[in-house]
């Protein structure tokens, strides 16, 4: 045993205690609170995607002739082929959701603020790149609405001033939906996203590292308790324990509610009602109000403000003098993100 360590350690000259010191960094105490330890859950269930991802990609074929049959095999007569195609549609809904309530969580505890504020655009570009993935995804199984769905968003796309006609270019690999749209969606959903992804992560993680999460304190904390606990092996248990509850909840969702098949996209008959997934109901309400202009230059504006909102926030605290004029900001948001979203769910049209 002796002669096997000594020759791990030759080869990996990694010390337990330089490990230790690694791992066992304190964090502080409300990270014991789920809602405070929020970013771990994405990252859970984006190894979960990765995992069921290479599993479906082992039958998924991108060409628009076979696509639909390819998914209707996987759902219909591969073996399990239901249950991983369901866990990877479950686990991206809730990714997509953690993500949101996440990003709430640091804006709600201005944990956004110096120094933070590069950390924060890292995440807006997670959430950028999450959401591209879900709408990418969806696209692959070629139903009339994932079809009809990526065609109105190509044609958004085209109403974004100066570069709009080159990204609906992009998009769709040519003016209109070809034979080459669906292979290009499964390469930015299946390489180019989650690679990007990964790298953010990294950086969005080793800045966490670097800074440390924010403090905060609260009035039912007592004063004789510990302000940190370890990380290793305490948050890690926490942190297992989230995946382990996480793994249960997936597999339910698959069992009870499993993904199911529409039918095939038909380019010449365009369905009654188009609606997007439900990350993007807010975004199609929203069009829906306003004129196609009027609609995309202001989305275009709220996603720049929310990019360098760190900024904003300062400029917002030196105008009204009031530290919490974000939280209002915030509040009505939430209500807008809310309610949009409900109404574009009732309604048909
Ligand atoms: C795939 C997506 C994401 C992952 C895996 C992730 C992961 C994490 C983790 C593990 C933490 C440590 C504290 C915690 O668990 O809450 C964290 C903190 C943080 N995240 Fe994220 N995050 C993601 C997306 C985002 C988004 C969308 C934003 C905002 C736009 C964001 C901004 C931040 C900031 C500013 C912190 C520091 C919070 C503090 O100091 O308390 N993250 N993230």
């Not at 990996?12 to 330089?18: E, K, L, R, S």
């Not at 639909?68 to 990877?88: F, M, N, P």
């Not at 990418?136 to 044609?155: D, I, K, R």
Request: net charge neutral; hydrophobic share 50%; proline share 5%.
């Amino acid at each position: 045993m002796s002669r096997l360590n000594a020759w791990i350690q030759e080869r990996i000259p990694v010390h337990g205690d330089q490990l230790r010191e690694l791992t066992n960094e304190p964090v502080p105490n409300h990270l014991k609170r789920w809602w405070f330890a929020l970013g771990g859950t994405p990252a859970y269930l984006f190894v979960v995607q990765v995992v069921t991802g290479i599993l479906l990609a082992f039958y998924y074929q991108s060409s628009p002739s076979a696509a639909w049959e390819s998914v209707r095999y996987i759902t219909e007569d591969a073996r399990y082929g239901w249950y991983i195609r369901s866990l990877h549609k479950w686990a991206a809904t809730l990714m997509i959701a953690s993500v949101i309530l996440h990003q709430m969580r640091v804006y709600f505890t201005a944990a956004y603020r110096r120094p933070r504020e590069l950390n924060w655009v890292i995440g807006m570009c997670l959430l950028m790149c999450t959401l591209l993935t879900g709408f990418t995804g969806y696209s692959l199984v070629f139903e009339q609405l994932s079809y009809w769905g990526a065609t109105v968003a190509a044609n958004i796309s085209d109403a974004v001033p100066v570069i709009g006609s080159f990204g609906k270019q992009m998009l769709l690999a040519g003016d209109t939906y070809n034979e080459r749209t669906l292979p290009r969606f499964y390469i930015l959903h299946a390489a180019v996203l989650p690679t990007t992804i990964i790298l953010l992560m990294a950086v969005h993680i080793t800045f966490i590292r670097l800074h440390g999460v924010t403090e905060l304190h609260f009035e039912d904390e007592s004063p004789d308790e510990p302000d940190h606990f370890n990380f290793f092996p305490d948050h890690l248990l926490t942190e297992l324990t989230i995946g382990l509850v996480l793994m249960i909840l997936l597999s339910a969702l698959a069992t009870v509610l499993p993904a199911t098949m529409g039918p095939r996209a038909n380019p010449l008959v365009t369905p009654e009602v188009i609606k997007p997934e439900w990350f993007f109901y807010v975004s199609f309400r929203w069009l829906k109000l306003f004129s196609l202009s009027v609609a995309v230059i202001s989305t275009g504006f709220i996603i720049a403000a929310m990019f360098v909102w760190p900024w904003i926030d300062r400029l917002l605290i030196r105008l009204t003098r009031n530290e919490d004029a974000s939280v209002y900001v915030g509040i009505v948001a939430t209500f807008l993100l809310i309610g949009l979203t409900v109404w574009e769910a009732v309604v048909t049209h």
